[in-house]
């Protein structure tokens, strides 16, 4: 039980909830996050699919406990739902119904001591309880309720700024998680996929809806691409669809969650689920300016010597021999993997000569700025080779809204203005993003090189004068308000 799961995230293991549930033929799945004051207490995945059958219940329940799956099944080894929950959760409830039965539940304590796999009967009425909450989505013909207790990876802290920040995070993760794994699923089939939060207290929260996110998704193709490579594996034939983004983009899309930059290389598909998004599994080394190279893959399972699945359904591992094979892949054109990869550089190069080669080079961002702006700034500059700049707050004894330190690279902005700017939101280490890129963008160069000449200088006063004035106007409107 403890070996289960191990290479799971949070992310990873819903996305496997969310294989049972589309498995079930469900068109509504809910993920719910339940908080109770400041703290997080539980995890729901519900869905409005056929539902367990009582008789059915126990297998489902067992480890490898397969069944018997049909062609389009995302279902493969019978330990999914059992593994995905106990590496988050020490405690997981099933609650289902079947069309025409009554509703039944089993739940598992991973705390209970117990060491044999036997599991708890739950009670019919508090089976139907659940079931018939307020999901937002009928599960009244049938569905299947997953709870997981006791999740490690939630936060338990006092303070709801914390929490919040979490949620956020969270959501978001999961939204591009669940948007990426499942897009051809989500744009093809009928079916939605939710994310909100239950105050225990106050009631359920915005819903977040997963959009589809399809890494190949470009507004328009380079002549001639995308290439279908033929690999030759014995019985089965294996294509690689070779794209090239026409240029970096700002599309979700391109962006992707973990950055473009790691997202180059390999996708590979099974029965429309995304399984692994990126990486060379040995073909190249990964490098920035193959960027815009994606290559989609679509398997069935395992293909014997060349590739396996984990039981995850997060990673597919290359063997030895793929490279071998992928290096002697051929396109109707007789294009090779290589000639592939030169094609995706020199796209790179020459989309890049044209927007960021043009630009000056800037200090990187360091302190005080939200990662998304750090994120903009680096991909949309050529960076300096030397130490970042920060922007950050702290208490000074004049009313001045900015010291210029050049010697620890920190532009320090006066604390006695925060609040003020914060608008009485609680701020944090990245707070004030537009201000911050603001004042990046205003004044990053002189901070750079060893000296600064009469103009810099002129410059900071005039910023410091009109920064000042301006800052002590929004205190005092702030002030007046409260
Ligand atoms: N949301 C659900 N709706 C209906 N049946 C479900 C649901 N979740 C699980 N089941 C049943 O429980 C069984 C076990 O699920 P589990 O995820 O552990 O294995 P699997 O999906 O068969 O295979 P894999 O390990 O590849 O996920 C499923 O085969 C299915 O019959
Ligand atoms: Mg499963």
Redesign the pocket.
Known sequence: MDALGRNHSLETALA?LV??SI?AGATKVLVRFVQRGTRLVGLYVVDNGRGIEPDRIDAAMTIGGQRTYTGED??HFGV??KAASFSQAASLTVLSRAAGHPAVGRRWQLTSGRRDFTCEIVPGTFAAAELDRNWMLSTSASGTVIRWDQVNGLPSSNDPEQVDEFLSRTISHLQGHLGLTFHRILAHRNIQIVIDVEEVASGVGVRHPVAPLDPFAYPDTLLGWPKDLKVQTGETGLLLRCHIWPRRSNSPEYRLPGGAEARQGLYFYRRGRLLHAGGWEGIHAPDPRLQLARVCIDIDGDTAGLFAMNPEKSRVSAGPRFAQAVAKARAEDGTTITDYLQAAETAWVIANRRTTARRKAVLPPGKGFHPKVSREIRDELPLLPEEPLNIQWKRFTTDAFLEFDRGTRTLWLNRAYRQALLGGRRGGGNDVPVLKALLFLLAENVFEGAHFGARDKDNMDLWQEVLTTAAKAERSTFEARS
């Open positions: 496997d294989d049972n498995d995302l279902g999914g739902l």
